[in-house]
């Protein structure tokens, strides 16, 4: 196996490890979703304890946490496609470069 | 790090706007410029792009027991500098603000700030002062790049909450506590993103490296030496 394959299955390892390790080890603090909650909404919810009321609400909301889901889903698939789509024709380019 | 429609108060989200739009413009100059010089560096440019898109969406689990997520800007910071990068990241966020209802228009400045800005600012100081010293290979500085990006990123972040919501009149104890939020949970994230844009960029080197020769990133004896690894 050469340096490069390695690197990357070592890579995706630690990142597995990491994930998964948090998950078993540290206790959620609370029943299903809560205990995993955004950091983002846990800063607003101590703004919220100030006592602060937000002055302008989003435009545009989405109806619920699956079709929030659904666009987060979007934005991932969109940067996923630019990226495979570039990491597979540089690489196809090289192969016919070093072919000739 | 972003923070919420509605939850800053309005000079501040002035304030930032109005330390942001100048950067994001001079970002767009430089990149309509770099460009017309060279279209090979747009594929490059898009990726980078892309991998804003990609890691500020997903939501990973941190030490904290909240989720967070990284911000991917690390990697066009090192390649392209932080003036590119903040119009990259601006267009995440744009995203983000008006179709997931994630940070908001009127925080966008600050969100740009914080994310877009000030962490791909101080991370490509950090990526060029590695690469002067000649002794750190492009992995290494990369992952290093990536992970100052984020930290940076969440601390401007707690910095910005703090100054607005100072706790009991004190601007340092507010900041400690948005910081125990934010930054805490960030450090697992940010080593999570500098390990997957150190592999990116290092296999970027090995299938397309004259972009990034071009950029002035690479020499050709390193070239060499990652290619190889690969053979």
């Given at each position: 196996m050469n340096r490069a394959t390695l690197e990357i299955i070592l890579g995706i390892a630690v990142i597995v490890i990491f994930v998964v390790g948090t998950l078993m080890l540290i206790p959620s603090g609370g029943e299903g979703e809560e205990g995993w909650g955004g950091a983002d909404g846990g800063a607003a919810d101590m703004i919220d304890s100030t006592?602060?009321?937000?002055?302008f609400n989003p435009i545009w909301e989405p109806p619920s946490g699956e079709i929030e889901s659904l666009f987060f889903c979007v934005q991932t698939a969109i940067g996923a496609i630019i990226v495979g789509y570039f990491f597979g024709y540089w690489r196809g380019a090289k192969g016919r470069k070093e072919s000739e | 790090m972003h923070i919420m429609e509605?939850?800053?108060p309005i000079e501040w989200c002035v304030l930032w706007a109005l330390l942001s739009a100048p950067c994001v413009m001079y970002g767009l100059w430089r990149m309509k410029q770099m460009i017309q010089q060279d279209r090979r560096v747009l594929p490059l440019m898009a990726v980078c792009g892309a991998f804003v898109f990609v890691l500020s969406a997903l939501k990973i689990p941190s030490v904290t027991g909240s989720c967070s997520h990284p911000t991917g800007t690390g990697l066009s910071a090192a390649f392209f500098g932080p003036w590119i990068t903040s119009v990259l990241g601006t267009i995440v966020l744009v995203f983000q603000a008006i179709?997931?209802?994630?940070?908001g228009l009127t925080t966008l400045g600050a969100n740009v700030f914080s994310m877009a800005i000030a962490g791909p600012f101080v991370a490509w100081i950090v990526f060029v002062g590695l690469r002067k010293t000649?002794?750190?290979g492009l992995g290494l500085a990369v992952f290093v790049t990536a992970a100052v990006a984020n930290l940076v990123t969440y601390t401007v972040t707690s910095l910005q909450l703090a100054l607005a919501f100072p706790a009991d009149g004190s601007i340092l104890s507010a900041f400690i506590a948005f910081a125990a939020i934010f930054a805490v949970t960030q450090i697992p994230l940010a080593i999570i993103e500098g390990i997957i844009c150190g592999l990116v960029a290092k296999y970027i080197v090995r299938v397309k490296p004259d972009i990034l020769k071009g950029l002035g990133v690479i020499g050709d004896e390193e070239i060499a030496k990652i290619q190889g690894e690969a053979a």
């Open positions: 006592g602060y009321e937000p002055w | 509605g939850y800053l179709l997931l209802a994630h940070g000649g002794k750190v």
